[in-house]
């Protein structure tokens, strides 16, 4: 994706998805963009902290919308659409950090076994998306800090696309990918 560094590219879209954050708890308005690089196809993820602590991950998996478009989507949808947490509350907005993922194309990546699998993770560098039939599931890079060793990281990615997390079929497909990511 062409555009300005990677430093400036981290503020704006930090700011972009600041802004639909608050237009989405506050309805406060959203500044309009005409950056080329910002209606190039994109796929974000946003995540919500409030005092350090997980309050919201959504995103979009393939680049298939514009990235401004994309991105504001996701950041408005963080504040209430992950099931895991209730609607984010104006009273939190102080004290909630917004961090915004930029992921690159998904690369397939075939695994005959669990163990194959697992010689194929890199630790620390690559996010992950798991679907077998129609159970799905996926860890951005970011989760290596909670799950370093690549046999919990695979099983907890089973688990989190509702697999147990022994199970292993020839027919689980995985996808790699990697992130910039600002926060």
């Known amino acids: 994706m062409r555009g300005p560094d990677g430093d400036e590219k981290g503020r704006v879209l930090l700011e972009i998805a600041r802004e639909s954050v608050e237009h989405a708890v506050l309805g ?17 993820f946003v995540t919500l902290r ?74 620390g560098r690559d996010g992950w998306y798991l679907v077998y039939r129609q159970h799905s599931g996926t860890f951005l890079p970011q989760v290596w800090e909670s799950l370093p060793r690549p046999g919990d990281f695979l099983r907890r990615l089973k688990e989190k696309a509702g697999l147990p997390l022994g199970f292993w079929d020839r ?13």
Not at 31 to 44: Q, S
Not at 53 to 72: F, N, V
Not at 171 to 183: A, F, P
């Open 28 to 44: 406060t308005p959203e500044t309009e963009y005409d950056d080329g690089w910002l209606w190039e196809p994109g796929a974000t």
């Open 50 to 123: 409030h005092r350090g602590e997980l309050r919201g991950c959504l995103g979009t998996l393939k680049a298939s919308e514009p990235l401004i478009r994309d991105l504001r989507h996701n950041a408005r949808a963080v504040t209430s659409e992950d099931p895991r947490f209730p609607p984010l509350a104006a009273t939190e907005l102080r004290e909630t950090g917004v961090e915004v993922s930029l992921l690159s194309p998904l690369e397939e990546v075939p695994c005959a076994t669990e163990a194959d699998a697992v010689r194929e993770l890199s630790r």
């Open 171 to 183: 027919e689980i497909r995985l996808w790699r990918y990697t992130v910039s990511k600002w926060g």
